[in-house]
């Protein structure tokens, strides 16, 4: 069984019009909000085994506030072709990942991680799954995480709609 973490990246600064989109950094919120999601993370025993994130500053930075919750952080690696990167590139830089990572997150843009996501999961079955389902199709916004469970040995085996939507969390759904 493997674990994929769809994560898209923390709020950001907005950009200016002669500004690098690469180089944007993460706004306050966006601090906050990784952090605050490394925390639950943590707390609930999620971690992954490794990461795979985007280089552009945004996604790195977010990367850095949620494995600062992690006693060791896991593995990261940082694959220049995951910058807004498609959703079918995102899957074939999934399915590059060693076999003996039994979860991986990977951390990058829109729109490619929510169709990612939605390429990715089944028809949900139940209530909780299908109401799951209906959140994430509504949006994908910033620091949001979709957790998905696959009957697989190996990413090469990752394909559409096997995954099993196990958790969907948005920044306001870990507010107090």
Not at 12 to 19: E, H, Q, R
Not at 108 to 118: I, S, T, V
Not at 139 to 166: M, Y
Request: glycine fraction near 6%; proline fraction near 7%.
């Amino acid at each position: 069984m493997k674990r994929l973490f769809i994560l898209r990246h923390a709020k950001a600064v907005a950009a200016g019009p002669s500004d690098d989109d690469f180089a944007r950094d993460l706004a306050p919120r966006g601090h906050e909000d990784a952090a605050h999601l490394g925390v639950h993370l943590r707390a609930h025993d999620l971690r992954p085994d490794l990461a795979l994130v985007s280089p552009a500053r945004r996604t790195t930075e977010t990367w850095q506030d949620v494995s600062q919750a992690f006693e060791k952080p896991p593995k990261a690696e940082f694959p220049a072709a995951l910058y807004l990167a498609s959703a079918a590139t995102l899957r074939g830089e999934l399915r590059k990942a060693s076999p003996r990572a039994e979860s991986v997150m990977a951390i990058g843009h829109n729109p490619g991680l929510e169709n990612l996501a939605l390429h990715l999961v089944r028809r949900p079955k139940g209530e909780a799954a299908k109401a799951r389902m209906r959140a994430m199709a509504e949006g994908f916004p910033t620091c949001a995480l979709a957790i998905l469970a696959f009957d697989i040995e190996s990413w090469k085996e990752l394909d559409a709609a096997h995954g099993e939507l196990i958790a969907y969390l948005r920044p306001k759904d870990l507010k107090d």
